[in-house]
């Protein structure tokens, strides 16, 4: 039954448009949540809240996790849970009353004018210097640099369509600097 939940869960997810990472990671996540419980000899169906605060204070145990993963497997754990209790497989949700551990908040600390100029000055190529540039003026993801394509270029506009997490898209400005730079690096590649 659980092997039909799963995938069940799966579409789920899928049906909420999360990214193929996402979706992987999560799904991992349960994995090991559910092998945790199954060593356990604990069905998952009738796990108690007790028996998954159980499963999380091994997981801890055995794995030396960080705070922010931790939460992220609470999550998906909640999620699973909230999503069986929706489709009528369980009558309680168990993780009701758990809670997320606290999140030290970790303050972002801009880097100067200064050490931009040294890691435009590190990189080699032209490539490479609008790969920093575009992240120090635009301030986009990794991923979504990844994910560019030519035609999200506009370059009348000096604009650039960003495919963002959970398939948001949104403009973001560049300056005549990048304008330049991506012209030069388009008709090079």
Request: proline share 3%; net charge positive; glycine share 4%.
């Amino acid at each position: 039954m659980l092997t039909k939940t799963s995938v069940r869960y799966y579409e789920y997810l899928m049906s909420k448009r999360f990214s193929d990472i996402t979706i992987r990671h999560y799904m991992g996540d349960l994995k090991n949540f559910l092998k945790h419980l199954q060593n356990l000899c604990i069905n998952p169906i009738y796990a108690t809240e007790s028996d998954i605060r159980q499963v999380i204070y091994h997981y801890i145990m055995d794995h030396k996790l960080q705070t922010k993963t931790l939460v992220c497997i609470i999550a998906v754990v909640k999620q699973f849970y909230r999503f069986l209790y929706k489709n009528k497989l369980i009558d309680v949700d168990p993780t009701i009353g758990i809670e997320y551990p606290r999140l030290k908040s970790s303050k972002i600390i801009p880097l100067t004018q200064k050490q931009i100029g040294q890691v435009v000055g590190a990189t080699t190529n032209d490539r490479d210097r609008l790969i920093v540039e575009l992240f120090h003026y635009t301030g986009i993801r990794m991923a979504e640099l990844l994910n560019i394509k030519v035609s999200d270029i506009d370059f009348d506009k000096k604009l650039i369509l960003i495919n963002g997490k959970g398939n948001k898209q949104r403009y973001v400005p560049f300056n005549e600097k990048i304008h330049r730079m991506l012209k030069e690096c388009v008709s090079r590649y």
